[in-house]
């Protein structure tokens, strides 16, 4: 969709931070020397057909690239599109409270929103919130010689295509994965930002080699990833053995090309996990090899279940997967 922007004179404000040059997690303006704004919004199709959980979900996703940011969301306003002639206000009711209810756990304020009809429910939000302009986190800094740490698992893009064609339990699914999905990425940031955290960026829906290869690019570095050391859902690995995948998959191994390369002995049902599109997924943080066991210690002791899973080297951009 990039090429849509194509011909489109780029932003020429000294006080724009954060454009779209990194393909970052959101844009940050500064508007004093103190406070810069962030700015993001995202939206999705149902991944379950609980109305509460989508809620949930889709505002965890949106307000996670606020926390990308290193920064605190403040404020934020609904995206919705309903089916309002099919489908009963009652479920629109719950998706909406569910959203709420995760932008209150976020410490953000719920401030209005916009609606249209569509055959299809989506519900997303916009974000705005702040950051100290001279402490901005952004996934083009990492550095050789850092370690790279995932706060959830992957596989989520499989499991929901398993969920609607019902070859995966819902209850399982309910109990292993929706709980983590639906965490707000706020524990895991607020413990990275106590240490030299240079970079960091959140895994959706490019997967896990998309984004960590957005990551090399910025920086120009290569990343070094330990298939072995990545978490995995319950149950992902077996649907593709299945012959279940997304429709994303081809198209985030061809946004790829040759800057994915695969070392490791993998089965191509293996393999699909490097590239499975994500909905609100973990942090991948990169911060200095030294401090890595301390991070962490410091995510566990807040209830993150985080996976160190590789290290930055110097080199062309790439993913290499060991």
Same mark, same amino acid.
């Given at each position: 969709?990039?090429?849509?922007?194509?011909?489109?004179?780029?932003?020429?404000?000294?006080?724009?931070?954060?454009?779209?040059?990194?393909?970052?997690?959101?844009?940050?303006?500064?508007?004093?020397?103190?406070?810069?704004?962030?700015?993001?919004?995202?939206?999705?199709?149902?991944?379950?057909?609980?109305?509460?959980?989508?809620?949930?979900?889709?505002?965890?996703?949106?307000?996670?690239?606020?926390?990308?940011?290193?920064?605190?969301?403040?404020?934020?306003?609904?995206?919705?599109?309903?089916?309002?002639?099919?489908?009963?206000?009652?479920?629109?009711?719950?998706?909406?409270?569910?959203?709420?209810?995760?932008?209150?756990?976020?410490?953000?304020?719920?401030?209005?929103?916009? $609606?249209?009809?569509?055959?299809?429910?989506?519900?997303?939000?916009?974000?705005?919130?702040?950051?100290?302009?001279?402490?901005?986190?952004?996934?083009?800094?990492?550095?050789?010689?850092?370690?790279?740490?995932?706060?959830?698992?992957?596989?989520?893009?499989?499991?929901?295509?398993?969920?609607?064609?019902?070859?995966?339990?819902?209850?399982?699914?309910?109990?292993?994965?929706?709980?983590?999905?639906?965490?707000?990425?706020?524990?895991?940031?607020?413990?990275?930002?106590?240490?030299?955290?240079?970079?960091? $960026?959140?895994? $959706?829906?490019?997967?896990?080699?998309?984004?960590?290869?957005?990551?090399?690019?910025?920086?120009?570095?290569?990343?070094?990833?330990?298939?072995?050391?990545?978490?995995?859902?319950?149950?992902?690995?077996?649907?593709?053995?299945?012959?279940?995948?997304?429709?994303?998959?081809?198209?985030?191994?061809?946004?790829?090309?040759?800057?994915?390369?695969?070392?490791?002995?993998?089965?191509?049902?293996?393999?699909?996990?490097?590239?499975?599109?994500?909905?609100?997924?973990?942090?991948?943080?990169?911060?200095?090899?030294?401090?890595?066991?301390?991070?962490?210690?410091?995510?566990?002791?807040?209830?993150?279940?985080?996976?160190?899973?590789?290290?930055?080297?110097?080199?062309?951009?790439?993913?290499?997967?060991?």
């Amino acid at each position: 969709m990039s090429g849509a922007l194509a011909g489109l004179a780029a932003p020429n404000d000294p006080n724009l931070l954060v454009g779209i040059e990194t393909s970052d997690d959101a844009a940050v303006y500064r508007l004093t020397d103190e406070i810069a704004m962030i700015n993001t919004v995202d939206f999705i199709t149902p991944p379950v057909d609980d109305p509460y959980w989508f809620g949930q979900i889709s505002a965890a996703n949106s307000i996670s690239d606020v926390y990308s940011m290193g920064g605190r969301p403040l404020t934020a306003l609904n995206v919705v599109m309903f089916p309002s002639k099919h489908l009963d206000m009652g479920v629109l009711r719950d998706i909406l409270r569910g959203g709420h209810d995760k932008v209150v756990e976020a410490g953000a304020v719920l401030v209005g929103g916009h $609606t249209i009809d569509d055959d299809e429910p989506k519900y997303g939000l916009s974000v705005s919130g702040v950051v100290h302009p001279e402490h901005i986190i952004t996934n083009a800094a990492a550095r050789p010689g850092d370690a790279l740490i995932l706060t959830k698992p992957i596989g989520t893009g499989v499991i929901f295509n398993a969920l609607r064609a019902g070859k995966i339990p819902y209850a399982g699914v309910e109990r292993d994965v929706l709980p983590t999905v639906a965490a707000l990425n706020k524990a895991a940031m607020e413990a990275a930002l106590a240490f030299d955290l240079h970079s960091c $960026t959140d895994v $959706t829906g490019f997967g896990l080699a998309g984004h960590a290869f957005e990551m090399a690019a910025g920086s120009g570095t290569r990343i070094v990833l330990n298939f072995g050391a990545v978490p995995i859902y319950p149950g992902a690995l077996e649907m593709y053995r299945k012959g279940v995948s997304t429709g994303n998959n081809p198209k985030n191994r061809a946004m790829l090309g040759d800057a994915l390369e695969i070392r490791a002995k993998l089965s191509a049902e293996e393999a699909e996990l490097l590239v499975d599109p994500q909905t609100s997924g973990g942090l991948l943080l990169a911060l200095p090899e030294a401090e890595a066991d301390a991070l962490m210690a410091t995510l566990s002791s807040r209830g993150v279940s985080a996976s160190r899973i590789g290290v930055v080297e110097a080199g062309k951009p790439a993913v290499i997967v060991a």
